[in-house]
């Protein structure tokens, strides 16, 4: 069987980002580590508008595959692990038959559903990696102040596509009710959760600099990054490491991810700024500037 090199591609970029991750914990820069993750979402993303919905599901789920099959000597037995028809939901062909019951859940809801749920999909991923993008320059490049109508252009525009990506993904979890491998409405309501810990940190920065506070400004936009970063990727990380240790338990991994993926990504991101602002010169700290994102 020939091996998916696209999976096993991501398994290298991964040790490359943790090797990264390292390297920036000893010189105290993560630009490096930041711009390694900012690409490999776009790789994972921008796959879906080339080969489509379905495939890369099959695609995503086969990164599970390996490790929640890992050291399972029955795998009929594990309340988390399911079959999907002609081993269709992943790219691993015969090596594995059984993968995480979200992700067969997850791949016959988009085989099988309308067209305008594979368009909210669509949507919820093209106007958040535009999103995840646009927050860093905002942060790193016009947050110094140096181009404030920049900065607040780039701004309006990132809250638009924002609040389309969000609907699109509110919209989506309404749907998760009766979907018993995702949680059902624990899932449908942490997603919501989510969403509103991601919206509501842009909303109150936006708030801040309406009302002239550019400090409190910079505070939220911060939180808000790391509200982005917890929603990708922590969310993804967490699976990855969850899903064989619960797999006894239906939902469970998937539910905990969910829930706690984006208030993490908000603590995450206040320590560093508090340690980075302790660290900075006099005057100068991590998104310092004046512009607004109104």
């Not at 919206?199 to 509200?227: D, K």
Request: proline share 3%.
């Amino acid at each position: 069987m020939d091996l998916p090199i696209g999976v096993l591609a991501i398994y290298g970029a991964l040790v490359v980002w943790v090797a990264l991750l390292v390297y920036g914990m000893k010189r105290g820069s993560f630009f490096p580590f930041l711009g390694f993750g900012i690409a490999l979402l776009l790789v994972l993303n921008v796959r879906y508008l080339i080969e489509g919905t379905v495939d890369s599901i099959a695609f995503f789920i086969g990164i599970y595959d390996v490790l929640d099959n890992l050291g399972v000597a029955d795998a009929e037995g594990a309340a988390a692990l399911a079959k999907c028809p002609d081993n269709a939901c992943t790219v691993w062909g015969e090596r594995y038959v059984n993968h995480p019951s979200w992700g067969v859940a997850f791949h016959d809801r988009f085989l099988n559903g309308s067209a305008l749920r594979n368009n909210l999909l669509y949507g919820h991923l093209i106007f958040n990696s535009i999103v995840f993008v646009l927050m860093h320059y905002q942060l790193y490049a016009t947050g110094s102040g140096s181009n404030p109508a920049l900065h607040r252009t780039l701004g309006r525009v990132s809250f638009a596509f924002l609040t389309i990506g969000t609907i699109c993904a509110v919209w989506l979890a309404s749907e998760h009710g009766t979907v018993g491998e995702y949680g059902g409405n624990l899932s449908t309501y942490g997603f919501y959760s989510m969403s509103f810990v991601v919206y509501s940190c842009a909303v109150m920065g936006i708030m801040a600099i309406r009302n002239g506070n550019t400090e409190t400004h910079r505070v939220w936009m911060i939180r808000f990054v790391g509200s982005m970063w917890g929603s990708f990727w922590l969310f993804r990380v967490m699976l990855f490491v969850l899903g064989p240790l619960l797999r006894d338990y239906e939902a469970a991994a998937l539910l905990i991810c969910i829930w706690f993926s984006a208030p993490l990504g908000v603590l995450i991101a206040e320590v560093i700024r508090r340690r980075m602002d302790q660290r900075a010169p006099s005057g100068v700290a991590l998104g310092t500037g004046s512009a607004a994102a109104e």
